[in-house]
């Protein structure tokens, strides 16, 4: 994946898909990691905080109580989780689970650019993770 695939949303068949970590940019770029990636410009660090100082400003913050739902689309919603303090009685805590659902084309899915590949290992809708 290229650096600057890294750092914009990839529109593919006129759908964008996005997501942010930094985690990633930081990973990709630290020194001896990967030599064939160039540490990221100044201009691409300012892009980063940039996009990260607009997120916190048009967010939105909410509480999920006992029961509640919460869907997200992992290529089209930049999401996050606060820090959660938990009980120490282990059945009073916070239980979470995950479940990644990948539709297909005709169940209302968009095609992903080829540089999703390397996370998901594929990027055909129906087909993904």
């Known amino acids: 994946m290229t650096r600057d695939v890294l750092l914009r949303g990839l529109l593919v068949q006129g759908y964008l ?6 985690t990633y940019y930081q990973l990709a770029t630290s020194p001896g ?3 064939e990636v160039p540490p990221l410009t100044q201009k691409q660090l300012d892009a980063l905080k940039a996009y990260r100082q ?13 029961g509640d739902l919460q869907l997200v689309h992992n290529h089209t919603l ?12 282990v059945d009073q805590r ?4 995950r479940l990644w659902v990948a ?3 005709e169940g209302g899915a968009h ?10 290992h594929a990027v ?6």
Do not use: C, Q
């Open 54 to 66: 607009v997120a916190n400003e048009i967010k939105l913050d909410f509480w999920l109580e006992p």
């Open 17 to 22: 898909s996005t997501s942010f970590n930094d």
């Open 103 to 105: 539709p297909s084309a």
């Open 78 to 89: 930049v999401h996050t989780r606060t820090a959660n303090d938990d009980y120490d009685d």
């Open 33 to 35: 990691r990967f030599p």
């Open 94 to 97: 916070r239980h979470l689970l």
């Open 124 to 129: 055909e809708p129906g087909n993904r993770g």
């Open 111 to 120: 095609p992903l650019h080829e540089s999703y590949a390397e996370l998901w």
